[in-house]
């Protein structure tokens, strides 16, 4: 008699077992949430030169080519504040970068500062 009992009772529980597991399977199989797209970001190109020209929104470049450089609110400088800091003939280093219409923007803007000659020792 008591088995009788049993055995009832193991079948319901482990039909309850199987019965979760299948919905759990289910539930965890949905696809994944969209994530928003990671901003790509832009590559930054060397550059090196003497200023030719400049003006509040572009500065020309002349180096191993010529470079006329949009100037953004973004960019950076280094010798300045602004580009209007910077003058004709002065020499410079930097990147930019190109969009998807070939437009070039200054990322940086750095004025090369002339090194002291070596004075020579006291003797």
Sequence with gaps: MKLTLI????????GLALAS??????????APAATAPAKAKKAKTPYSGSITA?????????GAKTLTL????TTTYKGGKTITDFAV???VTGSYTKDAAGALTAASVHKKVAKAA????AQ
């Excluded at 055995?7 to 482990?14: E, H, M, N, W, Y």
């Excluded at 949009?70 to 609110?73: E, N, V």
Aim: overall charge negative; aromatic content about 0%; glycine content about 2%.
């Design 118 to 121: 070596a004075t020579p020792a």
């Design 7 to 14: 055995t009832p009772a193991l079948v319901a529980v482990l």
């Design 89 to 91: 003939g002065d020499k």
């Design 54 to 62: 400049v003006s509040a929104d572009s500065i020309t470049v002349q």
């Design 21 to 30: 597991s299948s919905i759990q399977a289910q539930t965890t199989a949905a």
């Design 70 to 73: 949009a100037i953004a609110p």
